[in-house]
Each structure stands twice: as structure tokens, then as C-alpha cells.
Nanobody, 118 residues
Framework: QVQLVESGGGLVQSGGSLRLSCAASGFAFSSYAMYWYRQAPGKERELVAGITRAGGTTTYADSVKGRFTMSRNNFNNTVYLQMNSLKSEDTAVYYC???????????WGQGTQVTVSS
């Protein structure tokens, strides 16, 4: 059974930090690129960060560059999103996503709420 379980969300003041985790099980984790998406109320889901299968390359949305850092541990099948200098516009539900391209397989977590108070 495939599972992606996010944790680490919560309420934080503007300028603060949070670290999100996503624990994966039920699939070959190291064969999947991993992504963090977020969705704010009334807005479309947007890509926040991505990391390659071995963790050698990361990409970030312009809005979070220099503030967020994504990493992964292929030994404990977990990805992380370190979020620093949080802003009110970072408030959203954050989702973990696993993507295999050949063949195409795509899994989602249930999401974790991040609320940044100004």
C-alpha cells in the first residue's frame, strides 16, 4: 500500500521557520523524483520544490528561492522541506508528491497545513 505521510506543519509567526517531512512507504522510493506542492485558499496548486531521485539536483519556485531547502534521505524514505523566513503568503496546505516517469506513476500525500501569521 502506497503511503506518503506529511508532518511538521503548524502555525508560525512571520519570519519564523518550519521543517516539513514526508515519509514514504509501499513503493521504490529511490526510483522516484519527489516534489513539494502547496495550495492556498482560492488558488491553484503550485509547485514549490523538487528533487531528483538521488538528491543531487533541486529546483525551487522563484517565490521560495533562498528561503526553502528541499532534501531527501533514501535510507529512511523521507523527504524534507526546510522553510525559513516564512511570509504570510506561504500560508497553504503543503503536499508531498512522488513521480516516476517510466512508466508514469504519481502519488500524493494528504497534505499538511502551514499558517504564517503576520
Amino acid at each position: 500500500q502506497v503511503q506518503l505521510v506529511e508532518s511538521g506543519g503548524g502555525l508560525v509567526q512571520s519570519g519564523g521557520s518550519l521543517r516539513l517531512s514526508c515519509a514514504a512507504s509501499g513503493f521504490a522510493f529511490s526510483s522516484y523524483a519527489m516534489y513539494w506542492y502547496r495550495q492556498a485558499p482560492g488558488k491553484e496548486r503550485e509547485l514549490v520544490a523538487g528533487i531528483t531521485r538521488a538528491g543531487g539536483t533541486t529546483t525551487y519556485a522563484d517565490s521560495v528561492k533562498g528561503r526553502f531547502t528541499m532534501s531527501r534521505n533514501n535510507f529512511n524514505n523521507t523527504v524534507y522541506l526546510q522553510m525559513n523566513s516564512l511570509k504570510s503568503e506561504d500560508t497553504a496546505v503543503y503536499y508531498c508528491n512522488a513521480m516516476q516517469f517510466f512508466p508514469v506513476k504519481n502519488y500524493w500525500g494528504q497534505g499538511t497545513q502551514v499558517t504564517v501569521s503576520s
